[in-house]
């Protein structure tokens, strides 16, 4: 494969040394890299091997003058373009906002994918005036987003309204054995390593430190890297009176031998992405305390467990932390070795395997299934109520992977309002299934539940709704997520939702992180209309939860033919992710109308439409909301044909007239 990477520099920094890690691995498995920077090889920090070609392109002049700025960028676009253009690769991977911004630019019209990768968290520095505007129009045209961290790619999701994969950073030092030794034995040093920038929050660290440091008098504070906070560091240290305690040699090449002479280990940073620094110093086994700050630090730490963490910007906490270590050596050997452990899953190996991953998703040429990743598979079932929509979810759920979800636009209300039964006989509320995913959920989400229900009666129940708004992508990225705790609880991997409103089914196919594939079940308007006029008293266990009412014929066919008529439009704009199905057929002929379902969804239900011909009962599961038949233990295909007895005719011919265009068109006769 040939890979061209896009960076600007290989400057110091955690983003530039993750590129060459990837690069280098990259040229080891014999793909052919190319790695385009726009910096001269003079400032390079990290060594690229010799099979990885570099391209050094003209960097944009600095200058305050708008339209010299707007002349400079261009010239970076063609450039940029024409060398991407002369490589001819098969996907481009690119590091950092704005390198990411003009990447995406210059690769527009020329066929080649483009995987786009943040390396901070963007919510804590997201984009301002022209760049907010612009710069999420340009990120939904990436084949793909990359994002460090779950919390990070909730909040990219949320602004961008499009699917974001999370790859971890690769540790950069091997996870040590106990055999590794250092030039000189450890000392009483507390390391800190970045860029000496507000972010990496040194000036916390030292005022911590302060407070300290006339109890611990062997203790020395070590800070490793270069930027543009050095002098104003210098001046707090001074006036700290700490010169003789904290050293600031720069940057420095081989952080792992420093590493090994230290002690313990301090991450002060404000906001970070993943950070590189704090997964060395784990995998060297040093004891390691950080501020908790939104992203990186808690998915890497477990306090007391392999570290320590306190809240962001505590000084005083921080402070505590860091005495506790320099005075307890074995919590510090034995939170250091629980660190070693932890950083095994994230090798240079298993990390590269992911991004290898994606990168065949994106470059799946004609004939090729690319992998969906982070895509969660959804079949929906739309169209009328009493369509037969209960028993089609049930005959999917027979396969080992699926699950039949039932109606989960009813999720709150079954559970939280009505008081339901979910099918598996205990009341919703206290089924330990949705209690799962309820939990499985909330650590996802970037929405409360009740802001959820909220946004979802609005794009849910109202047509046309906007898709280029932030409450929007927030209700995408939390509906993803509750379909993703689901496949994580159930095991399975297509999950079905029975909700039938096609409003619904239309806003779930607009969603970048759902693979949906949609089945309209339509069934004669005569008997859906019967089944309607009967009521039903109140009655938990069957799955009544309220007295129901019998609807008047009229409001029944008017539903009818609203909803099949909004069906139609979503199926028109699904096309072949679509199906039309009628209940008659689906309860005749299970084998044909199954074998049309495999076609759709890429499975094989042959067996399964075997045995449900044969009368084999279908046995329920977890399923929310619905017809009460979900409530039976077991379930057959019986065809509901009462409507053909007891529905007077003139009641037949009635309906007949409301809805003859439509009903002639899904083939059903007077």
Same mark, same amino acid.
């Given at each position: ?500 409103? *096609? #409003? $619904?089914?239309? @806003? &779930?196919?607009?969603? !970048?992180?759902?693979?949906? /594939? ?21 009655? *938990? #266990? $069957?799955?009544? @939860? &309220?007295?129901?009412? !019998?609807?008047?014929?009229? /409001? ?23 199906? $039309? ?90």
């Amino acid at each position: 494969m040939k890979l061209v990477l896009v960076i600007s520099s290989l400057g110091g920094g955690g983003a530039e040394r993750v590129m060459a890690t990837l690069a280098n691995a990259w040229a080891d498995e014999g793909h052919e890299v190319t790695l385009i920077t726009f910096s001269e090889l003079t400032g390079d920090r990290y060594a690229v091997v010799p099979q990885v070609s570099r391209v050094i392109l003209p960097d944009a002049a600095k200058t305050k003058n708008i339209i010299k700025s707007f002349i400079s960028n261009v010239r970076r676009f063609v450039v940029l373009r024409r060398a991407i253009s002369r490589q001819s690769p098969n996907a481009v991977v690119s590091f950092l906002t704005r390198t990411n911004l003009l990447t995406i630019l210059s690769t527009r019209g020329l066929g080649i994918p483009v995987i786009a990768s943040e390396r901070s968290y963007f919510g804590a520095n997201p984009a301002t005036g022209i760049w907010k505007l612009i710069l999420p129009p340009i990120y939904r045209a990436a084949a793909a987003i990359v994002a460090q961290t779950e919390r990070g790619a909730l909040d990219l999701r949320a602004r961008l309204g499009r699917q974001v994969v999370v790859v971890p950073n690769p540790v950069s030092v091997a996870p040590c054995d106990g055999t590794q030794q250092a030039s000189s034995p450890a000392q009483d040093i507390v390391l800190a390593i970045g860029r000496m920038d507000k972010a990496k929050g040194f000036d916390l660290l030292v005022e911590a430190f302060q407070k300290i440091a006339s109890a611990h008098p062997s203790w020395t504070l070590v800070i490793l890297g270069e930027g543009p906070g050095r002098s104003a560091l210098e001046a707090q240290i001074e006036r700290s009176g700490l010169r003789d305690r904290v050293s600031m040699p720069g940057f420095c090449d081989a952080p792992a031998e420093v590493m090994r002479r230290a002690r313990v280990f301090v991450l002060s940073s404000r906001f970070e992405g993943l950070p590189n620094a704090l997964m060395e110093a784990m995998a060297s086994g040093l004891a390691c305390v950080s501020f908790d700050c939104l992203t990186g630090p808690a998915e890497l730490i477990q306090h007391e467990i392999n570290g320590l963490l306190v809240p962001p910007e505590d000084v005083a906490a921080l402070a505590c932390e860091m005495g506790r270590f320099m005075g307890n050596a074995d919590l510090r050997a034995r939170l250091g070795g629980a660190a070693i452990s932890s950083m095994q899953s994230y090798s240079r190996a298993s990390i590269v395997e992911k991004w290898n991953t994606l990168l065949q998703s994106v470059t799946a040429g004609p004939g090729e299934t690319p992998r969906q990743a982070d895509r969660t598979a959804v079949l929906y079932i739309m169209g009328s109520g009493r369509s037969g929509s209960t028993l089609l979810g049930a005959m999917l759920n027979a396969h080992p992977d699926v699950f039949d979800a039932g109606e989960l636009c009813n999720l709150h209300s079954a559970m939280d309002v009505r008081g339901e039964f979910c099918a598996c006989k205990m009341p919703s509320a206290q089924c330990r299934f949705w209690a799962d995913v309820r939990r499985a959920w909330r650590r996802t989400s970037p929405l409360e539940e009740k802001q959820y229900w909220a946004l979802q009666a609005n794009f849910e129940r109202l047509l046309p709704f906007h898709t280029n708004s932030d409450r929007w992508r927030l209700y995408a990225a939390a509906t993803a997520e509750l379909f993703k705790a689901i496949a994580s609880v159930s095991g399975a991997k297509i999950i079905v939702d029975s909700s039938k409103h *096609p #409003v $619904r089914a239309l @806003a &779930l196919a607009q969603n !970048g992180e759902l693979d949906m /594939r949609v089945i309209h079940l339509v069934r004669d308007v005569r008997g859906v209309a019967h089944s309607l006029s009967h009521s039903w008293d109140v009655d *938990p #266990v $069957r799955g009544i @939860a &309220l007295p129901l009412l !019998g609807q008047p014929l009229v /409001r029944s066919a008017a539903a009818w033919l609203v909803n099949n008529l909004l069906c139609g439009r979503v199926s028109a704009s699904l096309r072949k992710r679509s199906m $039309r199905m009628r209940y008659e057929d689906l309860v005749h002929d299970p084998v044909e109308a199954l074998r049309r379902v495999s076609t759709l969804v890429d499975l094989d239900y042959s067996q399964i439409a075997q045995k449900i011909l044969q009368g084999e009962a279908l046995k329920g599961g977890h399923q929310i909301a619905g017809n009460r038949l979900r409530m039976q233990e077991e379930i057959r295909l019986r065809p509901d044909t009462t409507w053909q007895k007891e529905m007077k005719p003139w009641s037949r011919r009635w309906l007949w007239l409301m809805t003859s265009p439509m009903m002639a068109l899904y083939g059903y006769r007077p």
